[in-house]
T-cell receptor
Framework: KNEVEQSPQNLTAQEGEFITINCSYS?????LHWLQQHPGGGIVSLFM???GKKKHGRLIATINIQEKHSSLHITASHPRDSAVYIC???????????FGAGTILRVKS | DTAVSQTPKYLVTQMGNDKSIKCEQN?????MYWYKQDSKKFLKIMFS???????INETVPNRFSPKSPDKAHLNLHINSLELGDSAVYFC??????????????FGPGTRLTVT
């Protein structure tokens, strides 16, 4: 069992829908990253958070340290949001990221 | 101006060959990483260097040897390439952990195909 689990694995949404992707982890972490990988392959860091909530445009990331759970929300989804979203936990000791398997998001117009 | 660059972007080679992938960052970061993304798109860390010193060395065959000539560069050399080495290799960098910033910046990836 992976130390970082994401759900769902695949998600198809209609344009305009509110989207939630979940991430759970089983180890002590110092921060959690949300990454986006577009079909072209490049990886972009969306958020890094260690507590609470962060917002950037239509994207919102939250983390609950006690429950070892984080969520990524996309409001008013758009076809250009179609990508793989990857959750990655920064281990408490050392500077090592452990990745979830990713969520493949497809937003249809 | 590209923050983290990798060369080459694509690499097709035969089994048994030796090849290198180069990575450079112009962000002034102290820590650099190599990740492997397999055919199922799963990312896994291979190595990490901090100020030219190896700090993370995951269970990777010793055919893979990272080299960091200075803190802006981290190259990956692979000897005796095998079919299972086919993957996308990503380089990344971040500021040193003791400065409190862990956000990682990724290169564009190198798609290695071993035939």
């Amino acid at each position: 069992k992976n130390e970082v689990e994401q759900s769902p694995q695949n998600l198809t949404a209609q344009e305009g829908e509110f989207i939630t992707i979940n991430c759970s982890y089983s180890v002590g972490i110092s921060a959690l990253h949300w990454l986006q990988q577009h079909p072209g392959g490049g990886i972009v860091s969306l958020f890094m958070l260690s507590s609470g909530k962060k917002k950037h445009g239509r994207l919102i990331a939250t983390i609950n340290i006690q429950e070892k759970h984080s969520s990524l929300h996309i409001t008013a989804s758009h076809p250009r949001d179609s990508a793989v979203y990857i959750c990655a936990a920064l281990m408490e000791y050392g500077n090592k990221l452990v990745f979830g398997a990713g969520t493949i998001l497809r937003v249809k117009s | 101006d590209t923050a983290v660059s990798q060369t080459p972007k694509y690499l097709v080679t035969q089994m048994g060959n030796d090849k290198s992938i180069k990575c450079e960052q112009n962000l002034g970061h102290d820590t650099m990483y190599w990740y492997k993304q397999d055919s199922k798109k799963f990312l896994k860390i291979m190595f990490s260097y901090n100020n030219k010193e190896l700090i993370i060395n995951e269970t990777v065959p010793n055919r893979f040897s990272p080299k960091s000539p200075d803190k802006a560069h981290l190259n990956l050399h692979i000897n005796s390439l095998e079919l299972g080495d086919s993957a996308v290799y990503f380089c990344a960098s971040s500021q040193d952990r003791f400065r409190g910033s862990y956000e990682q910046y990724f290169g564009p990836g190198t798609r290695l195909t071993v035939t």
